[in-house]
């Protein structure tokens, strides 16, 4: 089974020698190392092209992006480009433990059922504070049911290991607005072909300024929560394309059961009449978060 691992780097210099250092040194190697820079300003280009040459790495490949893609379009773009029949998206300033890409490998190749396996992680923080991930279940290897709230991703797609199959698929689905972990997080929970690995494969760098921490923050405005939402219907549409194409009856409810909750959710938002704040207790399993729920009214009656 051949192995991608494909990363994805933007003014990177102050972590991606600690990146590069855990990936060479990985008890199985990898078939290639696919590293994508998107217009760095720093010495991210020169760090790298350095250390490949350094270290003779001949299935290593360093690629300037001509124009900046933004990390979204990056990542998917790059995975599409591999050629491995799994690949591991990796972030240019997290750790991985050394036997990581061994001990996932060998998981896909004993279940060929699993699209994209995703594991446990320890988040660390440059105050030195480290945080074991949600994962500590007595059961190793863990299958994804199905949930209400198939909308929450419950793991960064920095900890994924994915079946090329899957990302083929997603080439019909994925926007510019989606990220690589919630387009496949939710594919593959749809296709009821998610698994979590639960041990740590990796150590999560931690920091407020990251283009998620940025973008999150951005969620706490009508005007964003409103074209947060505007997106999420059409992925949901989407899905509802992917699951009936592939014949995922059992997705169908939870697909049809998102739909009504983000439509009303959005008339909520346009009207800010009270009426579609409390029929919306009523899907309140559809939530990612429950307090969720609390922020719509918190947005609409408050934070204008």
Known sequence: MKTSI????????????????????????????????????DNTGKIVNDYINTHHLDNWTFKVNEQNKG?????????????GDIVFPCDQDDIWMIDKLERMTKVMEENSEIQLLASNYVEF?????????????????????????????????????????LLDQSKEYWREEFGHDTLLWRMAELSQTLYVLNVPTIK????????????????????????WLAASVCFNDLMKNYVDKFGFENAKKVIIQTQKWLELRTKFYDSRKFRYGIHLIGYWHVYPRYR????DWY???LNK
């Open 299 to 301: 947005l609409i009656l």
């Open 6 to 41: 494909v990363v994805s780097t933007y003014n990177g210099e102050n972590y991606i020698l600690d990146q590069l250092d855990s990936l060479r040194n990985q008890t199985l190697s990898p078939d290639e190392v696919l590293i994508f820079d998107d217009g760095s300003s």
């Open 204 to 227: 999560w760098r931690k920091h407020n300024d990251s283009s998620y921490a940025k973008e999150v923050l951005l969620l706490k405005t009508q005007n964003e929560k409103k074209k």
């Open 292 to 295: 969720q729920l609390l922020g």
């Open 71 to 83: 990390w979204r379009r990056n990542f998917m773009e790059g995975m599409w480009s591999s050629r």
């Open 125 to 165: 923080f440059d105050n030195g504070k480290t945080k074991l991930g949600p994962w500590n279940h007595k059961n190793v290897l863990e299958k994804i049911t199905l949930k209400n709230n198939y909308m929450s991703v419950d793991a960064p797609g920095c900890v994924y290991c994915i079946r090329k199959q």
